[in-house]
């Protein structure tokens, strides 16, 4: 058996694409997946139709725990958590980040969503909370959440990031973190609401109006300004995540969704939209999420969220035990739209692949990629470049922090890059 694995590995290599270990479909089935069911099938494993007898695991001679009304996660997953930067002496202002390497598919569990707070989480008393809409309009309304949910409402699979998530790679040194430390202020989620543009036009939105104000019901009541276009085309107000209530960290018992918009524009307890002529220019406008440019300037009301992806495994922390098959696997998305392709690269971008997408694709929502590689042990930079439907190109690390002053970190889009070392060790590096 040895030797027919041996056999069926050498077959691998030879057919590997280019010499950097790229497979396709076919190839993966015939010749890895073989090799693997001769390693099993030399491993001992037990027949199927063996009983239950003395050498049976515990679990399989014990009735298990009863019924449970909230399900909870394994205690097996018990670090599947997510990863903590609290301001000093604030407790509820700060961020958690997704897990995003410790995660499959392109949906977030609701337990696991990343969270911004800038004064923690309010208890909302959904009997209590309105949604006030107000200033230029023809007819101020109030809603009630119970209002609000006998309207016709839609789903949409959409991914919200913060603007500064992944801005530690603008430093000078590649910090040596988890893929979700350095980009889990991103998450994907089913959302469920009502078309913001249909609550608009009951109102009746004077021609003079240009913004709206969204504020939130949280002790800092944040608010930010954001163009009526947006409000009037794929806004929404959303009360369901996963098909559940969204839950108070999420903004409940109701928040705004702006997709493919910087994650603190879809503001959270949404209470109140003033609607107006001009933006406010409030605090979250001004002294923060804005971009450093050169000359002591600073751009505001950047938006849309760049074309980006990410590999996810192997990554920091996933240190590869031996040269044979492993997958490259990770997350691409745009805010402006679906994503296009993706390429990624096992030589610090000297020659590319094209990877296969998962389905489905959809437009501002987080896509799954995934691409075969037989590691020859050698060591490799795996890279990986996404293009939107609009034909933007995610850049290069330095091609994005040329464009800004030092320090600039929000908006970060450029390519992440890890390298594997000769002993399998996987390392955030800069090429």
Known sequence: ??????????????????????????????????????????????????????????????????????????????KVQRIFTIAPGRAGTGVSRTPLHLLEGTLTPGGLHFERHHNGVPDIDPARHELLIHGMVKRPLAFSLDALLRYPMETHLRFIECSGNSGILNQPQAAQMTAGELNGLLSGSEWTGVRLSTLLSEAGVTSEAKWIIAEGGDAAAMSRSIPLEKCMDDAMIVFYQNGEAIRPEQGYPMRLLLPGFEGNMNVKWLRRLNVTNAPVNARDETSHYTELM?????????????????????????????PGLYEISGLAWSGAGRVKKVEVSADGGKTWKVAPLTEPVLPKALTRFRLPWNWDGKPSTLMSRATDETGDVQPTRADWISQFAPGQGYHFNGIQCWRVEADGTVKHVYV
């Open 1 to 78: 058996m040895k030797n027919s694995a041996k056999k069926d590995t050498a077959e691998l290599q030879d057919r590997t694409d280019s010499g950097k270990g790229f497979l396709n479909r076919r190839v993966l089935l015939r010749g890895a997946l073989l090799s693997a069911g001769v390693a099993a099938a030399g491993a001992g494993i037990t027949k199927a139709d063996d009983g239950v007898g003395a050498s049976a695991p515990e679990w399989m001679k014990t009735p298990g725990r009863p019924f449970s009304a909230y399900g909870t996660p394994s205690k097996w997953q018990e």
């Open 294 to 322: 050169p000359g002591g300037k600073a751009r505001q009301f950047m938006f849309a969220q760049a074309a980006k992806s990410v590999i996810l495994k192997p990554s920091f922390g996933m240190n590869l035990k031996e």
